[in-house]
C-alpha cells in the first residue's frame, strides 16, 4: 500500500489529538488520584456505586455515552446552558466539550490502575510516617505516590492513549470541525471515506507506531521494577 | 497519665494507666490482652470513644472538650513489630525522614549517637532489601530516635526476629537505656525481655490493667503465678565479684549474696537470675558450714498441698520450692514459719 509524503499531510489533527490527550491526562490526574484514594480508603456503602459508574465506559458503546454527553453538554442540557452562560460559549463542538468527554471516557483506564496499587500499599507505611511526625499530604507526597509509582505510570500512560485513540465519543460530541474538533482518528476516517488511502495510511502508521512505542516503554518500565524488586 | 474507653469488633479497652516520666515501662499480658491496641489510642492511630490522655501537661486527647491531636503533631515514636522501613528509600534516607519532620523538638539525640549506639555506621548506604531482620529493627529503632520523642512506644520490636537478631537488638536497647532518659512503653508477652529491660510493669489483660508496679515485685508475683509449668523466678541480683579460680562469680541481691557459675558480665552490672523450684531446698534448721553457700533465712509464705509446692519469702523475693505433701506433714511446714532455704544452681 502507498504511503503520502509526510511533507504532503496535514498534522493539525494530530496535534490537536495530543494536545487533548495531554490536557486530558492532567485533569484525569487531578480527578483520579484523589478518587482512587478514596476508593481504595472507603469502606462506605457509596463506593461500589462509583466503582460500576467510573467503569461504564468499558462497556457502553462510545456512541451511547457521546450522545448523552452531547444532550448534557448541548445549549439545551443542564451543564451545556450553565457553561454557555458563565463563557458565554457553547460546550457542544468545542475543544473543551471534547476534554470532558474524553475525561469520563478514559476515567476507569486512570482508576483502576491507581486504585490496585493504593490498595497493594495498605495502611502501614502511613501509619509509621505520621508516627514520624509527616502530615497527610506530607506522607501522601513522600510515600504513597512513589510507592504506587509503577500504577501511577500506567495509569497516565492508558489514559493518554486511550484518548488518543477514542473515536465513537469525540465524533458524537465534536462533530468534524478542521482545526477546533477534528481529531486524527476522525481524520483517518474522513480520509477513507474520501478514498484517500495513502494519506489515511501515513497518519495511521504514525499513530501506530506511537501507541505501541508508548505501551512498549511502560511495559518496559514494569519488567524492569519487578526485576528490581527481587 | 490517660484513660481509654475503645470498643471495635474484636477489641474492648476500659484502662486506667500511668507511665513514670523516665525509664522502661514494660507492658506486659497475654496476647488478645489490648496492649497493641492501647498502643495505638496512645499514638493517635486509634480513636477511642472516651480517653484522655496526658504527657507531662500536655494534653494530647481530651473526648470530654474534644481534644483530638493528630498523630503527626504528637511528639512520639512508634517502633512496630515488624520494621516497617520505607522500601524506596536508604537507611540513610529512612533515618533523616522522621529527623527532618521534627525540627521543632528539643533535640536531645544526636544522629552520631543513634548510629553508634544501634551499630549502623556500616548499614548507612546499604539498600533496604539487603538488610537481615536484626539489621533492619536497628534501623527502624534508630529512626524512631531520631525523631526526639518524648514518648518511644515499642510493640513487640524483637518477637518477630531469630536468637541471634533478638539478642543483637536487645542489648543495643540496653545500652541505650544508660544513655537516654525519656519514657518508653515497652509491650511484650516475654518474661524474659520484661526481666532483662523494664524499670516498671504494667499488667494488662481483657483490656483492662490490673497492676502498675516496679518491675521487681511484678516479676516475683509473675514466676509464683507460672510456676505450674516450671517457670522460673526471676530475682534481679548485682555483680560484685569475679573468682576465675573456682571458677564462680558472686552477686548481691535483696535476700544476700549468692555465687553462680562465672558470667562474662563486668562488675556492677545487673543481671536476671532464674530461679526454677527444683533447685531450692528447704531446711528446718541452719546446715551445717560445709554447705553453707547460698543458703538464707526465709519464711513459708503459702503452701499448696495438691501442687507439692511451696511459696517462700526470701527478703520480700518470692522463691517457690517442691516439697511433698508427706514431707510437708512430716516436717509440719505451716504459714509463716521460718525455715532455711538453699539454691542449689542458679542459670542466668
Known sequence: MTMAPIASVDFSSLWLSLRLAGVSTFLLLMIGLPLAQWLAKTRSWIKVYVEALVAMPLVLPPTVLGFYLLIALGSHGFIGETWTLISGHSLAFSFSGLVIGSVIYSLPFVIQPLQTAFESIGDWPMEVAATLGASKFDRFLSIKLPLAKRGLITAMVLGFAHTLGEFGVVLMLGGNIPGKTKLVSIEIYDKVEQFQYAQANTLSMILLLFSFLMLLALFAFNHQGTKLRI | ?348
Open chain 2, 1 to 348: 497519665m490517660g484513660s481509654y474507653l475503645l470498643k471495635r469488633e474484636h477489641t474492648i479497652i476500659d484502662c486506667n494507666f500511668n507511665i513514670p516520666a523516665n525509664g522502661i515501662t514494660g507492658l506486659f499480658g497475654p496476647s488478645g490482652a489490648g496492649k497493641t491496641s492501647l498502643l495505638r489510642c496512645i499514638a493517635g492511630l486509634e480513636r477511642p470513644s472516651k480517653g484522655q490522655l496526658f504527657i507531662n501537661d500536655l494534653c494530647w486527647q481530651d473526648s470530654h472538650a474534644g481534644i483530638f491531636i493528630p498523630t503527626h503533631k504528637r511528639q512520639l515514636s512508634y517502633v512496630f513489630q515488624d520494621p516497617h522501613l520505607f522500601t524506596h528509600f536508604s537507611v540513610k534516607k529512612n533515618l533523616m525522614y522522621g529527623y527532618r519532620r521534627n525540627k521543632n523538638n528539643k533535640r536531645y539525640i544526636k544522629i552520631e549517637d543513634v548510629i553508634n549506639w544501634m551499630c549502623l555506621e556500616a548499614l548507612l548506604d546499604r539498600n533496604i532489601h539487603s538488610l537481615s531482620g536484626g539489621e533492619k529493627q536497628r534501623v527502624a529503632i534508630a529512626r524512631a530516635l531520631l525523631c526526639n520523642p518524648m514518648l518511644l512506644l515499642m510493640d513487640e520490636p524483637v518477637s518477630a526476629l531469630d536468637l541471634d537478631s533478638k539478642n543483637e537488638v536487645l542489648s543495643c536497647l540496653e545500652n541505650l537505656q544508660q544513655d537516654v532518659s525519656i519514657p518508653i512503653l515497652y509491650v511484650t508477652h516475654s518474661q524474659q525481655e520484661l526481666a532483662q529491660l523494664a524499670d516498671h510493669i504494667l499488667l494488662m489483660d481483657d483490656g483492662e490493667i490490673h497492676a502498675s508496679a516496679p518491675a521487681e515485685e511484678i516479676l516475683t508475683q509473675l514466676s509464683s503465678a507460672s510456676v505450674k509449668n516450671n517457670a522460673p523466678s526471676i530475682v534481679m541480683a548485682k555483680l560484685v565479684k569475679q573468682d576465675p579460680t573456682y571458677p564462680l562469680s558472686y552477686l548481691s541481691f535483696a535476700g544476700g549474696d549468692i555465687a553462680i557459675p562465672l558470667i562474662k558480665n563486668t562488675i556492677g552490672d545487673t543481671v536476671s537470675l532464674k530461679v526454677y523450684a527444683k533447685d531450692v531446698t528447704l531446711f528446718l534448721a541452719k546446715p551445717p558450714r560445709s554447705s553453707v553457700l547460698n543458703t538464707y533465712q526465709a519464711s513459708i509464705a503459702s503452701i499448696e498441698k495438691e501442687s507439692d509446692r511451696v511459696q517462700l519469702n526470701l527478703n520480700g523475693i518470692l522463691l517457690n520450692a517442691f516439697v511433698t505433701r508427706k514431707a510437708i506433714d512430716a516436717l509440719n511446714l505451716h504459714q509463716g514459719m521460718k525455715i532455711y532455704v538453699q539454691i542449689k544452681f542458679t542459670s542466668i
